[in-house]
């Protein structure tokens, strides 16, 4: 077995969460759990043996088994990983997952929302749920089957650090290394992906950011401006016409007080 059928659509009921302690007794471990899912994040190197499919494992990896699939665990001494044993409603629409990727630059953040629900599970379950079903859509998003376009996983890091640093100075190089591969590197995935540069992806995520809030907030222009990084006026009057077809005052309809822009 080298995949799984996942549904995502509604959340999933968290069972137990914790730390699972393996390797102490022996080498092996081999079951089962007949109603639920099982997710692992591997702090760890050995083997998985799932539908009689053998898999590494090791340190970042991650692994998701469906129910009632024997699972067998093949240890190297001590061995140590984050769980969730989960039952999941399968309706909806379903996403193929590898049973066991590399969750790469993501593992840090998966790791972070399993221990999150490892500490809500006793006394918050509904947060706990949240932050199973979030690490659940990231998990699945690994391979890139979920991302924007079924991107590669270094490009959708990229769109994912832009979202998250509209407001901030961004440079492909920056972008680059926090997505964990070279500044060339990203610039060919990237317009093989979207056929954009990145520097253009850039542009038109700021000014699509822009017009939303032109249109829907009562925002003043230059702190929508800011807002997107572009805080010269002048400049962000020029890539509205540019990029939305108008100014700033045209694409709002009217001025809300307080609002100053140039030219238009």
């Not at 699972?20 to 899912?37: E, K, M, T, Y």
């Not at 997505?179 to 056929?195: A, I, K, M, P």
């Not at 108008?246 to 609002?259: E, M, N, Q, V």
Request: one cysteine or more; proline letters at 6%.
């Amino acid at each position: 077995m080298d995949q799984v059928s996942l549904s995502l659509a509604e959340p999933p009921v968290v069972v137990n969460v914790g730390v699972g302690v393996h390797g102490v007794s022996g080498p092996r471990d081999v079951f089962r759990l007949p109603g639920l899912w099982q997710l692992h994040l591997y702090d760890w190197t050995g083997h998985l043996t799932v539908g009689g499919s053998r898999h590494a494992i090791g340190p970042g990896r991650v692994s998701l088994v469906p129910p009632g699939t024997e699972a067998t665990f093949d240890y190297r001494g001590r061995s140590e990983h984050l769980y969730a044993h989960l039952r999941v409603a399968d309706v909806g629409e379903r996403h193929l997952v590898p049973v066991v990727q590399d969750a790469g630059t993501e593992a840090p953040l998966v790791s972070g929302l399993l221990k999150r629900a490892l500490a809500a599970m006793p006394g918050a379950p509904a947060r706990a749920t949240a932050e199973m079903w979030t690490a659940l859509w990231r998990v699945a998003g690994l391979a890139g089957r979920e991302r924007p376009g079924g991107a590669h996983g270094a490009v959708a890091a990229a769109m994912a650090h832009i979202e998250a640093h509209l407001a901030a100075p961004l440079t492909v190089p920056e972008i680059a290394r926090r997505s964990g591969v070279s500044h060339s590197h990203l610039t060919r995935l990237f317009r093989s992906e979207t056929g954009s540069t990145v520097a253009a992806y850039i542009r038109a995520r700021r000014l699509e950011h822009a017009g939303h809030l032109l249109r829907e907030s009562t925002m003043s222009v230059q702190a929508i401006a800011c807002s997107v990084g572009i805080s010269d006026l002048q400049a962000f009057n020029k890539a509205c016409h540019r990029e939305l077809g108008g100014s700033p005052r045209a694409i709002r309809g009217r001025l809300l007080p307080g609002d100053t822009v140039g030219p238009g």
